[in-house]
C-alpha cells in the first residue's frame, strides 16, 4: 500500500511585523509579560485585501512544489486548513486552487482549527494510500490580525495570534519506512464553547447584529488557563499514541514540531515527555499563534535550519478549539 511523504514545504509571512511595544499603544498589556506569559516578540499581520488565507497560501505552496521539483500541474487535490476563509463560503481551497490554476481540481477546506494541519496531514495520506490521488497539497493559512479585539478587553487573545501560511507537497511512496507512519485525530464538541468565535454565524436568527458587534461576540473568546490545561494533557497524550501505534519509543523521535500555542505550552510538553529540550521545535517568539499555519510554518524552518534530516522521525502535533487534538509521525 503507498503512503504520502512529504517531497516539499513552503511558508509564506506577511510583510508587516507587528511587536509587542506597538500593542502597547492599543491596549494595557506590556512587552514584559507577553513574553513571560506566552514567549512571543513579534508576530506578523497581512495588509487587508492583499494577503489573504488562500494568497499567502499559494505563495507557500509555490514554494513547497519548487522544492519538491514538481509543477503546479502535478496536484492532484488540495487540502486547506484555516478558520479564517475569505469569505464564509466558498471555502480557501478553491480560492487557492484558483490563483495556482488548477481548476477543476477538488479542494477540500478543514475546520479543525488549531489542529487544523494535522487533520490535513492525515486526510491527504488516506487520499494517497487508497491509491486515489497521487500527490495532494496540503495548506494551513491564517488571517487572524482582522478578527482581533485590540483594546484592552480583548488583550488575552489578541496579543498570541498572528497571521501566515504554510504548505507540505505529498506524494505517493512505495517504501515502507518513509512518509506518514501514523495519524490520531481526535475532538470533543464539550468544549466548544472555551475556545470560539460565535459570530457571525447561523446559531441566531440573523448570521451578524449590530448587537453582536457592540457586546463583542465577534471576537474570539477563550477561556485561556482552561485551554492551557488541556492542551498540556493531550499534547504528550496525542505523542504517545503515535508510538504505541507504531512500536516506536520517544527516543527515537528526532523532532517534536507542536503546534505553536504558547511556549509555556511547549515547554511544559518537554518536561513531561522527559525529551531533551532541542528536541521540540519552536518558533512562538517570531510569529505567534498562526493557528493551522503553525505546524507548516515550523516544519518549513526546521528543515531550512538543518533540523530535519533524510530519515528524521518528526513528529507533528496540535491542539486547539473544538477542542480538537491529534499527532502525525513522519520518516522523512
Ligand atoms: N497583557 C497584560 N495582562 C494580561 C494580558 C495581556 N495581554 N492578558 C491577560 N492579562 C492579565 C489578566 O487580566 C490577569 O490579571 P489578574 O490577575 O489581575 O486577573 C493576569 O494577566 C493573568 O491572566 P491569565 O489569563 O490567568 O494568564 P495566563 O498565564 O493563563 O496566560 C494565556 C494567558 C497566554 C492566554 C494562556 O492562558 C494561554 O496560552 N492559554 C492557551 C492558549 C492556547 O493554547 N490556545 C489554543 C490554540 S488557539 C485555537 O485553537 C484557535
Redesign the pocket.
Known amino acids: 500500500m503507498p503512503r504520502a511523504s512529504i517531497a516539499g514545504l513552503g511558508k509564506y509571512l506577511p510583510k508587516r511585523i507587528v511587536t509587542n511595544h506597538d500593542?502597547e499603544k492599543w491596549?494595557?498589556?506590556?512587552d514584559a509579560?507577553?513574553r513571560e506569559?506566552?514567549g512571543i516578540e513579534t508576530r506578523h499581520w497581512a495588509e487587508p485585501g492583499k494577503e489573504t488565507a488562500a494568497s499567502m497560501g499559494a505563495e507557500a505552496a509555490r514554494q513547497a512544489l519548487k522544492q519538491a521539483g514538481l509543477q503546479t500541474s502535478d496536484v492532484d487535490f488540495i487540502v486547506f486548513a484555516t478558520?479564517s476563509p475569505e469569505y464564509t463560503f466558498p471555502g480557501s481551497g478553491c480560492l487557492l486552487g484558483d490563483m495556482l490554476g488548477l481548476n477543476g481540481v477538488g479542494a477540500l477546506d478543514i475546520r479543525t482549527?488549531?489542529?487544523g494541519f494535522v487533520y490535513g496531514l492525515s486526510v491527504a495520506d488516506q487520499f494517497i494510500r487508497s491509491g486515489m490521488y497521487k500527490t495532494v497539497l496540503v495548506v494551513g493559512g491564517e488571517v487572524q490580525s482582522t478578527a482581533l479585539n485590540l483594546t484592552t478587553e480583548g488583550?488575552?487573545?489578541?496579543?498570541?495570534?498572528g497571521d501566515g501560511a504554510g504548505a507540505a507537497v505529498l506524494t505517493a511512496t512505495d517504501d515502507e519506512n518513509k512518509g506518514i507512519l501514523t495519524s490520531n485525530l481526535h475532538a470533543d464538541g464539550k468544549y466548544a464553547r472555551e475556545?470560539f468565535c460565535e459570530a457571525p454565524g447561523s446559531f441566531g436568527e440573523k448570521r451578524v447584529t449590530h448587537e453582536m458587534i457592540d457586546n463583542g461576540s465577534i471576537y474570539?473568546y477563550?477561556n485561556?488557563?482552561y485551554?492551557?490545561k488541556h492542551?498540556v494533557t493531550r499534547f504528550p497524550e496525542s505523542i504517545l499514541e503515535t508510538l504505541r501505534a507504531t512500536g516506536y519509543s520517544k527516543d527515537d523521535i528526532d523532532l517534536i514540531i507542536p503546534?505553536q500555542?504558547?511556549k509555556?505550552?511547549t515547554e511544559a510538553v518537554q518536561q513531561r515527555l522527559d525529551v531533551a529540550p532541542e528536541k521540540v521545535f519552536s518558533n512562538i517568539h517570531k510569529y505567534g499563534?498562526t493557528?493551522a499555519a503553525s505546524i507548516p510554518i515550523a516544519m518549513t524552518e526546521a528543515m531550512e535550519e538543518g533540523r530535519i534530516r533524510p530519515g528524521d522521525l518528526v513528529c507533528t502535533v496540535a491542539?486547539?478549539?473544538?477542542f480538537?487534538w491529534g499527532a502525525n509521525l513522519i520518516r522523512f
Open positions: 500593542l491596549m494595557d498589556t506590556n509579560w507577553i506569559r506566552t478558520l482549527q488549531c489542529t488583550r488575552d487573545v489578541a496579543v498570541i495570534f475556545l474570539p477563550m485561556g488557563r485551554v492551557f492542551a503546534h500555542a504558547n509555556r505550552i499563534n493557528t491542539f486547539g478549539s473544538g480538537t
